[in-house]
């Protein structure tokens, strides 16, 4: 599961669930537990599988629904070389993002693995954090899907030892006339990662 399937959860799970009705979602649900034995909630972070239920009961019409879905949490606005923008439009993950930079450590942290990934001794050094709080505010960034694993390297005892990145690239916060909008780029191998963004924006 990747760090933005992990931001977008809660979102998607609460906009299906107020679009499709009770009666649906409980028939989605029992179809979902046949198959896999999972819920809803469960299926967005493996996303192939609600995909294919949905399309079972809406046919070719379940992609557009997808998109719609999706739409109300975020929506793509570009893509190039650099890494493809994203507008945030869902309230809760707008709160997040910026109470996150708003944060000086966090802030720290993110912009430390903004470029390479690193592990978290690294990012502690380079940060100055003590490693208490820095592993308590990592695990956060990490909890929240802001931040996220990017491979390992090998240690001295044969043990591997994780390496992360952070999800965004860039971030453009604006707030006119009490609107908040915030509009984020991902790297593409964070872009690639997502199995929602991939089987939505699929062609």
């Known amino acids: 599961m990747s760090g933005l399937d992990s931001l977008l959860a809660n979102s998607l799970d609460t906009t299906i669930r107020n679009n499709l009705g009770e009666k649906t979602i409980h028939a989605i649900e029992k179809r979902l537990f046949e198959k896999y034995g999972i819920s809803i909630t469960q299926a967005i972070l493996e996303f192939h599988k609600l995909d294919e239920v949905l399309r079972e009961f809406f046919g070719g019409g379940a992609k557009g629904l997808e998109k719609k879905f999706l739409e109300n949490s975020c929506k793509l606005k570009s893509k190039n070389n650099d890494g493809d923008w994203l507008m945030i439009k869902d309230v809760n993950m707008i709160k997040l993002i910026i109470e996150t930079f708003g944060e000086t450590d966090k802030s720290n942290i993110l912009n430390a693995v903004c470029e390479n990934s690193k592990i978290i001794s690294d990012i502690l050094q380079e940060t100055k954090l003590p490693q208490t709080s820095g592993y308590r505010k990592i695990n956060s960034l990490v ?61």
């Open 143 to 203: 909890n929240d899907g802001l931040l996220v694993e990017d491979g390992f390297i090998p240690s001295h005892d044969t043990r591997k030892v994780m390496k992360y990145r952070a999800l965004f690239s860039n971030i453009k916060i604006n707030i006119i006339k009490n609107k908040t909008s915030v509009l984020v780029q991902m790297m593409r191998p964070n872009f690639n990662g997502s199995a929602i963004l991939q089987i939505i924006y699929k062609n």
